[in-house]
């Protein structure tokens, strides 16, 4: 089976029902597999080699959708791309996969004409807005649709590649995860296996350039659902699709929930008919999920575990959301692994460790990634044999729940982004007035962790927060610039000179205890 599964599928079982709906426009699934395969025709137009990768920077939308499955059918790899980079780390993601095709909307028509000129992969701009006042080298997506003759599904499948994912890197550098068709479907069947998302009406509230977007769009159209699709999370907006539509089930990141009940109009809505809520991405504390079933008690609540290389991985059901389960400790774990996933727990030599014990979480499965594009030196640090490891840190209890206690690769999530702390010392310390520093994710109450940096500057050289900041927006999308800054004569390192983030981060849990 391949990525386009989910179509043929759609189009012979559920035909004139709603595949999108956003804003004013409604796309049933026969619509959907016809602009689909139009697409598809319209890129082996452009002269496209087979597996070329195909980026789409949009906010979410039903066109980026129709754009993404539409590449899998012309046999192209699509790619969404972060669209909270900056320009510099788009510019080195597309370079990375060498792009030949950009798709852009409205909002980022402007940063995608700059990327073309930065990127010499870039073959082919392709605008899915309304406006007809677009440059002459920039092509239509409307006029593609029109023109194009639909073709055959040019997928593949099994262990080609489907898609790339680009997640934050260790190096300063994202690192593009590759999916393969047989993974993605069957980790998407494990989805449905676990009944995260039931027969109904959803709403797709986290971006498509998250793993949990794509894994949104690809299990609710397998399950002839209607995906209600929110341009950006906006809690009021959220609020008033929910119960517009009926959704029924939705995913959401911690800090998207406590937005969500904590929006004024949430009380003047009839919530009712949201029966199940998944979340993950990043921990909850056990206050706001108390506050969410306190808030919404026809609710059932499940987490879910995983990662860009492996999704999903474990699920906390709604059966351990109790008092019982609580008591127990399981809302404090990420639950257990899921159909079709093994869980292991590692020490450095790379052995296996029994329960209780703290080291790195390995993973097996059949829908973990192929590789990282362009880069088997991290592929073979991550992948050994049959297992993945995820770098995060962590220990199974006697009865096999999963319990996550630090990131291996210093990752800090804010709002459930993935920002990863090395990457930010190295724009930081390409400020000529900076001779050292380490960064580190300090807890919050919104959201989760922000990132938090010690500076030490050069001798007789002064600088101001403010200054830094300006330096590091142009190179990190917003979401990853340290909320705050501290400049100290020097950094605290351990006993083998390494930087000691453990004791930074103890020293600011003292001040705010």
Known sequence: MSLTECLH?????????????????????????????????????????????????TLNCDRAISCFYGASWGGFIPNYLNMRWSAHELAASIEDCSASVLVVDDIFLPMGIALKKLCPSIKALIYVGESNDI??????????????????????????????????GTTGKGKGVAHSHRAHISGMTVVMAERLFLRGTTCLAVPLFHIGGISVCSANLLAGNTIVVSARFEPDVILQLITRHYVEHMFMVPT????????????????????????????????????????????SFMQIYGQTECVPAAFLHNCD??????????????GRACLGVDIEIRNQDGEPLPAGEIGEIALRSEHRMVKYWNNPEQTSEAMKGEWLLTGDAGYLSEDGYLHIVDRVKDMIISGGENIYSLEVENVICLHTAVAQCAVVGL?????????????????????????????????????????????????????????DKVAIRNRYAETNS
């Open 443 to 499: 807890p919050d109450k919104k959201w989760g962790e922000v990132v938090h940096a010690e500076i030490v500057l050069k001798p007789g050289i002064e600088i101001n927060e403010s200054e830094l900041t300006s330096h590091c927006r142009k190179y990190l999308g917003g979401y990853k610039i340290a909320r705050s800054m501290k400049f100290v004569s020097e950094i605290p390192v351990t006993a083998v000179g390494k930087i």
């Open 256 to 299: 998207m929930l406590k937005m969500l009940i904590e929006q004024p109009t949430f009380h003047d809505q009839d919530m009712t008919c949201l029966r199940h809520i998944a979340y993950g991405a990043s921990p909850i504390d056990e206050t706001l999920l108390q506050n969410l079933q306190e808030k919404m008690p026809w609710a």
């Open 9 to 57: 599928r759609g189009v012979s079982m559920y035909g004139e029902k709603k595949a999108l709906v956003f804003e004013d426009r409604t796309t049933t699934y026969t619509e959907l597999h016809h602009i689909v395969s139009k697409f598809a025709g319209a890129l082996t137009n452009l002269g496209l080699e087979r597996e070329s990768r195909i980026g789409i920077l």
């Open 321 to 334: 959301h109790t008092e019982k389960g609580r008591s127990l400790g399981r809302t404090r774990s990420a």
């Open 135 to 168: 440059d002459a080298d920039v092509l239509s997506f409307n006029e593609l649709i029109e023109k194009a003759e639909a073709i055959e599904d040019q997928s593949g499948g099994g262990s080609d590649i489907a898609f790339l994912n680009y997640t934050g």
